[in-house]
């Protein structure tokens, strides 16, 4: 358990982004700035800057898995989040890691695309996702194209209703999900956390104007950050969502495209005062 000599260990895999917006540069940050300590598990490197994804090469499963499993030997997790994961290959290592903790709450981001539409995920890749890693999922955080995608799959036929695709993944093996709505043509943006029994807690946030590299990122590493130190689920959803909200709020653009989200100076909030 964390002590104050110890602070919580949240491992993260995904892969490097060189922008520093995104991928294991935004995990790091957000753990960081919240309190834990990340070990992170390359799981691919990309090129790319704040306009897009120009190239991906997955790095192989057996150095994913050694990387994951040397610091397991060493080291008790108090959380795992997963972000772009590479290879089908690479979800199979993963998988079979998880396995062994059965305990640790696991937040997986399921990132098929690039903020401008750059596919990082196939179909392949997907199915895999779907079949081996959501049974395992504490908490789910698609956006809503990702939901409808993810349930299609699963489903075999076309579900446009945001409920039924959160009953749908569900269903499916996660236990909760947190369905975030900065794609709807909405005048606010709500994110909506779903249990098995329904709807859980519904906030709506003001719509931020501008296009942001690595929000998802962000939101959730700052949900695996208060699941590792110990937050009910409920109040960790909304804290890391306020964090997430303030880091945008405070973003900056050091290119010509999309801004980062400011992750050192967001405000940091107990739980009740999110």
Known sequence: ??????PPLVMTFSASDPSGGAGLQADL????????????????????????????????ADWVEDQARLLL?????????????????????IAEILADY???????????????????TTEEQCTALCELLLPRTTLLTPNSIEARHLAHLLEDREISDLPACAHTLIGHGCEYVLLTGSHENTPEVCNTLYGERGEIQSVRWPRLPGSYHGSGCTLASALAAQLAHGVPLTEAALAAQRYTWDTLQQAFRPGMGQFIPQRMTAVVRSPEGA
């Open 1 to 6: 358990m964390p002590t104050p000599s110890r």
């Open 102 to 120: 059965p305990d640790v709450p696991l937040v997986l981001d399921p990132i098929l695309a690039s903020g401008r539409g750059d596919p990082f």
């Open 29 to 60: 940050l957000t753990l960081a700035h919240l309190g834990c300590h990340a070990l992170t598990v390359v799981t691919g490197l990309t090129i790319q800057d704040t306009s897009g994804v120009h190239a991906v090469q997955a790095v192989e």
């Open 73 to 93: 030997e060493e080291m008790r997790v108090d959380a795992f989040k997963l972000g772009v994961l590479g290879s089908t290959e690479n979800i199979v290592a």
